[in-house]
């Protein structure tokens, strides 16, 4: 069974193809919603209380007009916020740290979401991060955005929970603070 329960947990969350991109060619994510949308996971999303994201992720899912998965107040990491206001999110220039303290804060006791190629790498590379959560979908993408940056190195992770329901794949790990860490 899932452990589903919001309990405070920081956890990187994405859809990945079978051969490891997390987005397509020019950030293509057209294929997500053919087999996965927010209706499909309102478990997580109700464990969820604040989203960590990359400029990256942000200016992508802008461009999309991605509306429909609601994780609470989403924080966005860039070096340089934009010139033109958004109101719907906050825009955070500070460490990795603090930005993850900020967003849980937020989250208030709920999940932390992390979003986004390079800040999640950053987040499990630092050691900030309690869970993996895939959802792997059927699909082979051949070339895009990869699940991590070259350049994470190996994190041993430990496999709780693995379920199937239509066409996704949902797998979950622990992933280990440094310390624990093998290698
Ligand atoms: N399949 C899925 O479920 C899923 C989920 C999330 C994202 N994605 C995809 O992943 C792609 C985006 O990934 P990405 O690699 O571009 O990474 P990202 O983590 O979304 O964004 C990277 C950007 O975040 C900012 N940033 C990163 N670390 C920072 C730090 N320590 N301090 C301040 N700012 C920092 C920088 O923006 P500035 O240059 O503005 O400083 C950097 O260029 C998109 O295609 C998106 O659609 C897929």
């Known amino acids: 069974m899932s452990d589903t329960s919001g309990t405070g947990k920081v956890v990187v969350n994405r859809a990945m193809s079978?051969?490891?991109?997390?987005?397509?060619?020019?950030?293509?994510?057209?294929?997500?919603?053919?087999?996965?949308?927010?209706?499909?996971?309102p478990e997580v999303?109700?464990?969820?209380?604040?989203?960590?994201?990359?400029?990256?992720?942000?200016?992508?899912?802008?461009?999309m007009g991605q509306k429909d998965y609601d994780g609470g107040p989403q924080f966005i990491l860039t070096h340089r916020p934009p010139d033109e206001p958004?109101?719907?999110?906050?825009?955070?220039t500070c460490g990795l740290e603090e930005a993850v303290a900020t967003a849980r804060r937020a989250a208030g006791g709920a999940n932390l979401e992390?979003?986004?190629a390079d800040v999640a790498a950053q987040c499990l590379k630092a050691g900030?991060?309690?869970?993996?959560?895939v959802y792997?979908?059927?699909?082979?993408?051949?070339?895009g955005v990869r699940f991590a940056p070259p350049g994470l190195g190996r994190i041993d992770l430990e496999p709780y929970s693995s379920t199937s329901s239509g066409n996704?794949?949902?797998?979950?790990?622990?992933?280990?603070?440094?310390?624990?860490?093998?290698?």
């Open 136 to 143: 792997v979908l059927p699909v082979i993408l051949g070339d």
């Open 18 to 41: 079978l051969d490891g991109f997390i987005a397509g060619p020019g950030h293509a994510m057209g294929w997500i919603p053919e087999h996965l949308t927010a209706a499909d996971v």
């Open 45 to 63: 999303m109700a464990a969820t209380g604040a989203m960590l994201v990359g400029r990256g992720t942000y200016e992508v899912a802008r461009g």
């Open 86 to 92: 958004d109101p719907s999110v906050t825009f955070l």
């Open 128 to 133: 900030l991060v309690d869970e993996i959560l």
């Open 168 to 183: 996704v794949t949902t797998l979950r790990f622990r992933v280990p603070k440094p310390a624990q860490r093998s290698s």
């Open 114 to 116: 992390v979003l986004g």
